[in-house]
């Protein structure tokens, strides 16, 4: 009798779950591997796709005599149990099929891994570099190279207890970045990857790339991408704290369009270098000062400077950010050892480091009324390496 | 029947040992367990130590468990509410850290301890001191693992796997977390080399291996993958703590050292080590499911010999877990084609089972539940494993929450629901009482439930592109997450009821008796049930009892 409540309430309580998520199938497209925009990704879509249906029907046999089973052969209906305890043949045909079925697997698995592993006749390459926590891309022999970071708005509304309206954002929340990478459609291009401090792994779901970017090394990847559109992509690989929240954004375009933005690009970049030493009004300083802050510091610093005790010093009232100016130019630009503060000095402009240390200097209550000019910090630069930093311990402080 | 005839008819060379008499209640006699907590301090006693990595491994539970609830409630919406994303990361890294090592590792190692001795009629392990110390140090090892999240520089936040450069931008607490690892290896070779040693001597006249039950044969099999591999995570851990204080190079390629050798040879040790944790697994079910399918095994010889392939296999197949490491083309299809080949003896086991239930007589007992549960759920996660061989696809997998799904449902509902099984199966032999079945059936339904809600949904948003240790994700996400997240305290939660189920039968309720099970077989069920606390002091005549 107490069984059968048993059996009662479990099938309630599993019906009433099932319903559960219900609310969840909406978007079928968010279910299962996209099929991609690359003749590669369709083929690694339809390996798993097969392998898939081929475990689905080799759970449907095992699972269907399991429960024929147990339907038939219980206690409760009175049978005599058997005695075998083994076939020679039963055995041998269950070890000979399942090996036909792996071989009639592993080579279409084999053909398309030799397809991914073939780098030849590529047309161009970009070397992706990671960094705790962005993307460094530099288009090979086009001097063209930039930063891809999470962007800014995103950044600061993923902060611990702000509590933001996340919907604003939609499908592209933690997905969206400052630069994007634009590359051509109908051409070969390889990817180098690499990386500058920890392992990273690039990732493009649509593209089915997926390669580790491992410091001292290059690993090589190849896409040919049919159609124009964004692909989403983020880091695969753990790099620490922010490893959540460094995402890849492709634009694929038409190749005219591409050359045209790759004109583009070179003249900003050009442009740049031939002011990146100008004197700089305050203002201007504190207003790219607030938007390098929410890309590169906030994470750690937060959003009033406050830090994470214990964890991440706060900027508010410290210091560093009220003392010496060059002291807190080298901080940034060649980080802490053996803390989590890294050297900002190849992620970041000089403009941008003065930008931000003059931000850090006049904001969260620090009142030096400092304009730290990118001069300032090419000079920091250019007179102090990295052995600088060992002059703070991990708090910060001056030793 | 009994044994007491057996017994009794054996002299006693070492009269000074407690005989196992007629009476179920021993206290008076005088060779029984020292009174008080010293009796858990100083004991030699396997099933004193069995019990003790049984209690250990459940509060391990708990505390893994809890590590995975703050995991799941971060990830219950979008947005970032509860935990800083470094702390999130020491989550996910403890709680893979204590599950592993703290609780499904000592489990079986309790469990070997309580039955080897049992099932091939030994007075005791082979090596009772060193039993006690392989014990003893356990706790203190996870004392100082668990310390490392109150000290300044936190815990590991790296992952389980320890990858270099990551690992080493740690602060000084990574050396407690190595000194510490050194300790949980130091146990489990020290057990293992005990296990080896009981079963190569202290069998039974007349217990042949191949009479050996199946739990016996894959816990040797287990304790040879310890021995061969623990020292390798040894190694690995070493080098990468030398890297750390004494500015060695092994890892860092600035230096001359490489960050993928560390991986090579973390998953030299990392690949069996999954065996290890699903070796036993199996060895329990092919004990459970004969019984209640009152018919033998199917299959022995050939469940033994799959058990050693799967050992066997365990040791080249280590790089698949390093697909998208950029392998030369040739290691990636050794990888794969070994990596497939090791479904076969799998295979061959879950089509054993299905026989063994095939044309028996079944009941559904709580042992029997989880053990069918363990079958289906575990082949699913099997499934997915054969999914995750083929490399193309799996570099398009590999650290999403895809693997996250797959390794869950073998290590959950696989190696998890296997000790659950075991507890419920013996828990009347070590108890002397039948635990509470209708509670026992709630737990198996409730948890069977609900483990499913928590796991299954993970294979979609892996798919669809949800990759793992983030502790924030972007809103097209967000519904499975839900669903996860309330699968996960819905699991969490119905465990109380196990231990309340558990305390209950310690405490007392209907007497068992010495078979306990009407279709079982083994040695472990000719002793009176609660076992006397020495069994087996002369060793009994197997050609009465059946040893499998």
Redo the contacts between chains.
């Keep these: 009798m107490r069984s059968t409540t048993v059996k009662r309430s479990a099938v309630a309580l599993l019906a009433g779950l099932i319903a559960l998520p219900l609310g969840a199938w909406a978007d079928w497209g968010a279910l299962n591997m996209p099929v991609g925009v690359s003749e590669l990704s369709a083929d690694v879509h339809a390996l798993h796709m097969r392998i898939f249906y081929i475990c689905c029907a080799i759970g449907a046999g095992v699972f269907g005599v399991m429960i024929v089973s147990m339907v038939l052969h219980r206690k409760s209906r009175g049978v005599t149990p058997s005695t075998f305890h083994e076939s020679t043949k039963v055995e041998i045909v269950w070890t000979v099929v399942p090996l036909l079925i792996l071989i009639a697997m592993a080579v279409p698995a084999a053909r398309v891994l030799i397809e991914m592993e073939d780098f030849s006749d590529s047309e161009m390459s970009i070397k992706v570099t990671g960094y705790q926590w962005r993307w460094h891309y530099d288009y090979l022999d086009e001097n063209v190279a930039f930063y891809s970071a999470l962007d800014a708005d995103q950044n600061l509304a993923r902060q611990l207890g702000n509590d933001n309206d996340l919907e604003r954002f939609g499908e592209s929340y933690l997905r969206e970045v400052d630069n994007e990478l634009v590359v051509p459609i109908n051409t070969k291009i390889r990817f180098l990857n690499t990386a500058a401090d920890v392992i990273h792994s690039w990732w493009v779901p649509d593209l089915a790339l997926k390669k580790d970017a491992i410091p001292g090394f290059i690993n090589e990847n190849w896409a040919e991408i049919e159609q124009p559109g964004i692909y989403r992509g983020k880091c695969a690989e753990l790099c620490g704290r922010d490893h959540g929240f460094m995402p890849i954004v492709v634009r694929a375009v038409e190749k005219e369009e591409y050359a045209a933005w790759l004109e583009e690009m070179r003249a900003e970049q050009v442009a740049a270098a031939d002011t990146a030493l100008d004197e700089r009004s305050h203002e201007s300083l504190l207003a790219s000062g607030e938007s390098v802050y929410g890309t590169s510091c906030v994470g750690c610093h937060q959003k009033e400077g406050q830090g994470i005790p214990g964890m991440f010093p706060a900027i508010a009232g410290s210091a560093i950010a009220n003392g010496d100016v060059d002291t807190h130019i080298a901080t940034v630009a060649h980080g802490v050892d053996g803390t989590n503060m890294s050297a900002f000095s190849s992620i970041l402009t000089d403009a941008e480091i003065a930008a931000v240390v003059t931000y850090q200097r006049n904001a969260f209550g620090n009142e030096t009324g400092d304009s730290v000019q990118p001069a300032a910090v090419a000079a920091v630069r250019s007179s102090a390496s990295a052995a600088d930093a060992t002059v703070f311990d991990s708090e910060g402080v001056l030793r | 029947m009994s044994t007491n005839d057996q017994v009794h008819d054996g002299g006693h060379a070492d009269v000074t040992h407690h005989v196992p008499g007629e009476h179920h209640d021993h206290d008076h006699h005088e060779h029984g367990p020292a009174a008080g907590y010293w009796r858990w301090i100083t004991t030699t006693n396997h099933k004193d130590i069995g019990s003790l990595y049984l209690w250990f491994a459940l509060v391990m539970f708990f505390i893994g468990g809890g590590m995975a609830l703050v995991i799941r409630a971060e990830l219950f919406q979008?947005?970032?509410?509860?935990?800083?994303?470094?702390f999130f990361?020491s989550m996910t890294t403890m709680h893979a850290l204590v599950m592993i090592f703290g609780v499904v590792m000592p489990a079986f190692v309790g469990l070997a301890n309580w039955m080897i001795p049992m099932m091939i009629g030994a007075p005791d392990m082979a090596l009772p001191r060193l039993n006690n110390w392989s014990f003893w140090i356990m706790p203190f090892a996870f004392l100082i693992l668990l310390s490392t999240l109150f000290m300044?520089s936190?815990g590991p936040?790296?992952?389980w796997t320890l990858?270099p450069?990551?690992s080493l931008?740690m602060?000084d607490s990574f050396a407690f977390v190595i000194f510490a690892i050194h300790f949980m290896g130091i146990s489990s070779v020290m057990g293992s080399i005990n296990i080896v040693a009981t079963i190569f001597n202290m069998r039974a006249p007349g217990v042949t291996f191949m009479k050996m039950p199946m739990f016996v044969w894959t816990w040797l099999i287990t304790a040879f993958l310890l021995i061969a591999t623990i020292p390798v995570l040894a190694g690995a851990v070493t080098m990468l703590l030398t890297d750390r204080f004494f500015e060695t190079s092994f890892f860092?390629?600035?230096g001359g050292g490489?960050?993928?050798m560390f991986q090579h040879i973390f998953w030299f040790f990392g690949h069996p080590e999954v065996y290890i944790l699903i070796l036993p697994a199996f060895g329990i079910i092919s004990s459970i499911i004969p019984t209640f399918?009152?018919?033998?095994?199917?299959?022995?010889?050939?469940m033994v010999y799959a058990t050693a392939s799967i050992a066997f296999l365990s040791f080249i197949v280590w790089a698949h877990h390093m697909f998208?490491?950029?392998m030369p083309?040739a290691g990636?299809?050794f990888f794969?084609?070994t990596t497939?080949?090791i479904?076969?003896p799998t295979?061959?086991k879950?089509?054993n089972w299905?026989?063994?239930?095939?044309?028996?007589?079944?009941?559904?007992e709580t042992p029997m539940l989880f053990s069918?549960g363990f079958?289906?759920m575990f082949?699913?996660g099997g499934?997915?494993g054969?999914?995750l061989a083929?490399?193309?696809?799996d570099?398009?997998y590999?650290?999403?929450y895809f693997v996250v799904a797959h390794f869950h449902y073998v290590l959950v509902p696989g190696a998890i629901y296997s000790i659950m099984a075991a507890t419920y199966y013996w828990l009347p032999k070590w108890t002397g009482n039948m635990y509470d079945e209708?509670l026992g059936?709630?737990h198996f339904?409730?948890s069977t439930?609900?483990v499913n809600?928590l796991f299954f949904?993970m294979h979609?948003?892996g798919?669809?592109?949800m990759?793992?240790?983030?502790?924030?994700?972007?809103?097209?996400?967000a519904?499975?997450n839900?669903?996860a997240t309330?699968g996960a305290f819905g699991f969490g939660f119905s465990q109380l009821l196990f231990v309340w189920i558990v305390l209950k039968a310690v405490r007392g309720g209907k007497k068992a008796t010495a078979e306990v099970w009407e279709?079982a077989r083994g040695l472990e069920w000719t002793v009176p049930s609660p076992a006397p606390y020495h069994t087996f002091e002369t060793a009994p005549d197997i050609t009465k009892f059946a040893v499998r």
Aim: net charge neutral; hydrophobic share 50%; proline share 7%.
């Design positions: 979008p947005g970032i509410q509860i935990v800083d994303p470094m990361n300044d936190g936040a790296g992952g990858y450069p990551l931008q602060g860092s390629a600035a490489d960050p993928v399918a009152r018919k033998p095994l199917f299959g022995y010889d050939s998208t490491t950029g083309l990636s299809l794969m084609m497939m080949m479904s076969v295979g061959v879950v089509f299905v026989a063994t239930m095939w044309k028996g007589a079944m009941t559904f069918i079958v289906i082949t699913i499934l997915s054969l999914m083929i490399t193309p696809a570099i398009q590999h650290d999403t209708t059936k709630w339904w409730i439930v609900f809600v949904p979609f948003v798919l669809a592109g990759n793992r240790r983030i502790p924030d994700y972007s809103l097209q996400f519904d499975w839900m669903v309330i279709g």
